[in-house]
């Protein structure tokens, strides 16, 4: 007949063996799924476009938003066609503006700052650009596209050398080498691709504003993840 001591020994090393199985099982439990949102695009470099691995500052910014519980699918469709998509098909965000849908739709910024499109150099102590004329004959790299437009007519006009690239990093490589003497960027753009970049030198950014805008994503109200966005979009306010 087993002792009392020897009893409660066997019970113990049993309860720290059923924990131990226990904590096991939740270790390799897998995660759970996160779930995927399409969202509505239309080509407008820098801020929405195919041309890049990131799609785009919109999207940067959305994925720093709700990127950590949901999967985000860009759907980019033709202007021509973006409002009628968005009329008789179900979606949950859209970055172009649905006409006609005020009642189903709110609009949340992804920014409380206004995004701003400055230029970018290795610091130097040479003026910064104030104007668009000191471009003359200047290499700037821009986020690529299949066809330059209104956006870059200024560029173009001040008789800058637009150099395409496939992402912020890779514009700011080009200028670590000298290969560039700007890159085109927002602040958070340059600011992340710099994290993931090794012996940078020091940046400085002009004076000089090339565009500036809010930010924002319009939400569907009749989307079933609406609350658990708004939950998200919300984390921007008290941030």
Known sequence: MLNTSSLRFKRAIFAVVLILFTQVGIANQPELAKAEVAVFAVEYPPFTTMETADRGINFQLLAKTIGRKF???????????AGEILRHEPWCISFYPPKGMDDTVRFFPLSEQRVELA??????????????DTLAGQRVAVLR?????TFHQPLLDAGAELVMTESVAQGLELLKFGRVDHILADEVGVSEALNKLDNMPVMERSEYVYFETHVGAHLNTQCKHYNDLVALFGNIQSQ
């Not at 699918?73 to 066609?81: C, I, K, Q």
């Not at 596209?145 to 437009?149: M, Q, R, S, T």
């Open 119 to 132: 230029f970018y150099r290795t610091a130097s102590n040479a003026p910064t650009i104030s104007n668009l």
């Open 71 to 81: 999967t985000i699918s860009p759907r980019f469709v033709p202007p021509a066609r």
């Open 145 to 149: 596209v299949k066809k330059l437009g």
